[in-house]
């Protein structure tokens, strides 16, 4: 055991330097999160504003004018349509939430009566199967019933707690109007004041992690978009209550690797062919179907090159990102694991983490 000690202590300790920076950087980032949200969606919100900002000022505007209407065509269409979007949405969830008792009693009562049927056919079962399948059936329908409420209402309060939420985006806009208009000075201040081994960092940064992740997030709002429009056109089809929140919380869930539509797909199918609704069951399985051979038709053509990172690694990562550090953690975390990847596409995690040469003889006769 010693000498297992003596081998790796180096390699322990570089792998441990690695995770303490990362956990670290990430404490510090959920810190700022939680007192400087404003800034936070201030430079998202900027970097949706300044590209019509600097084509009027190329055009012969004053910068001031062109970032006024970059924000005042921001805040009607892109505010209005999350506004409008956000009351249908809760609107529709709460009364999803309303009706989940009526779901859990249905369901209770098919169970019941399939029960009771198959003991009619078969004499052989106990006369007590029928008690027995009522109780499990009631517990395992109150507990669904009390996630799936969960899950919606808490849901809804972080739509409808809009206090916070308006301050902090109003408080945005004004911040990204600024900005915009004092973005060139503080470009010759960062040029001037920042160190060198800074500015390296950043262009290391900048070439290797923040391009890949502005084009991996276009490509996966793109295909986001198309799952929404695909799930929202056939369950309008299909005539189905609440298409619109839906076809949206699909979207939402389709951003999780691994899980997916079928996380809010299957159950609602399992659900409806044991309540005797066969033929919404197979309708939504062949939607369900579409919609992923989609996604795998489309993924690579709009996604492009792959980032190389595994979906188990991504989301095992993102889970314990929210565990550790709430929403700020899931934000970070797949930036981390895209500079993780750099850093060690570029050669520098072997050159941090030091090895013991004697259990890699490959890498003796490299050299």
Do not use: C
Not at 263 to 278: E, K, R
Request: charged letters at 15%; glycine letters at 4%; proline letters at 3%.
């Amino acid at each position: 055991m010693i000498s297992f000690y003596r081998k790796y202590w180096r390699t322990a300790f570089d792998i441990a330097l690695i995770v303490l920076t990362v956990y670290l950087f990430m404490l510090l980032f959920s810190y700022l999160y939680k007192i400087a949200t404003p800034i936070f969606l201030a430079l998202i919100i900027y970097a949706m504003i300044e590209p019509l900002a600097r084509f009027l000022h190329r055009r012969g505007l004053r910068k001031s004018i062109a970032s006024a209407i970059s924000v005042l065509l921001f805040v009607t269409v892109i505010l209005g349509a999350l506004v409008g979007a956000g009351i249908i949405f809760t609107s529709q969830i709460m009364n999803l939430v309303a009706k989940a008792d009526d779901y859990k009693i249905v369901f209770q009562e098919q169970i019941v009566e399939r029960v009771a049927d198959l003991q009619s056919r078969l004499e052989a079962l106990p006369p007590d199967v029928v008690d027995k399948s009522k109780d499990y059936a009631s517990q395992f329908t109150n507990k669904a019933a009390k996630l799936l409420t969960g899950f919606l209402s808490g849901l809804v309060n972080s739509l409808t707690s809009f206090s916070t939420f308006m301050f902090n985006f109003v408080v945005g806009i004004i911040l990204a109007y600024f900005l915009s208009i004092e973005i060139e000075s503080w470009k010759r201040l960062a040029e001037d004041k920042t160190p060198k081994t800074f500015k390296a960092a950043f262009f290391f940064l900048k070439e290797n992690v923040l391009r890949g992740i502005l084009s991996y997030v276009k490509a996966q709002a793109k295909l986001i978009s198309l799952t929404f429009v695909v799930i929202f056109i056939a369950l309008l089809l299909l005539n189905v209550n609440n298409a619109f929140s839906i076809a949206l919380l699909s979207g939402i869930f389709d951003v999780l690797p691994l899980l997916g539509v079928s996380t809010l797909f299957i159950p609602w199918i399992i659900y409806l062919f044991i309540v005797g609704n066969t033929s919404l069951a197979i309708w939504l399985s062949a939607v369900l179907i579409v919609v992923i051979l989609v996604r795998q038709f489309m993924e690579p053509k709009i996604t492009g090159e792959s980032l190389g990172v595994s979906a188990f690694t991504t989301l095992a990562f993102m889970i314990v990102s929210l565990s550790l550090f709430g929403v700020a953690g899931v934000i970070v975390s797949p930036v981390l694991i895209i500079l993780l990847k750099a850093l060690s596409d570029q050669g520098y995690l072997q050159r941090w983490i030091r090895k013991p040469i004697e259990e890699y003889p490959s890498d003796l006769t490299a050299r």
